[in-house]
């Protein structure tokens, strides 16, 4: 399979099931998404990654540390970042598997 292709989670973060198997297809945002919201350790095959984004809302480290931090930990994914904003609480992320 390729990298970003994967079983898809609905949003309740459950398997989706389509005609008895399982819904497969482009899971970038979805692998995104789970990279920012899960703390490192949350991982059995992979222990290093997770940013725990939860941890900026009462965090004063700046914007700057927050788009390093989301940067490295989609790479260490295998993700090739071009560009991480941060504005008002808003995360726009344009990034793709290489």
Do not use: C
Request: negative net charge; glycine residues 10%.
């Amino acid at each position: 399979m390729a990298k970003g292709t994967d079983i898809i989670l609905s949003t309740e973060l459950d398997i989706m099931f389509a005609d008895g198997d399982f819904v497969i297809g482009d899971s970038t945002m979805q692998n995104q998404y789970l990279i920012l919201s899960t703390h490192k350790g949350e991982w059995k095959e992979n222990p290093f990654i997770g940013t725990g984004l939860e941890d900026m809302l009462n965090d004063d480290s700046g914007e700057t540390y927050w788009k390093q931090k989301i940067s490295e930990e989609l790479e260490r994914d295998g993700m090739d970042v071009k560009d991480v904003t941060i504005n008002n609480g808003q995360i726009q992320i344009n990034a793709n598997y290489k």
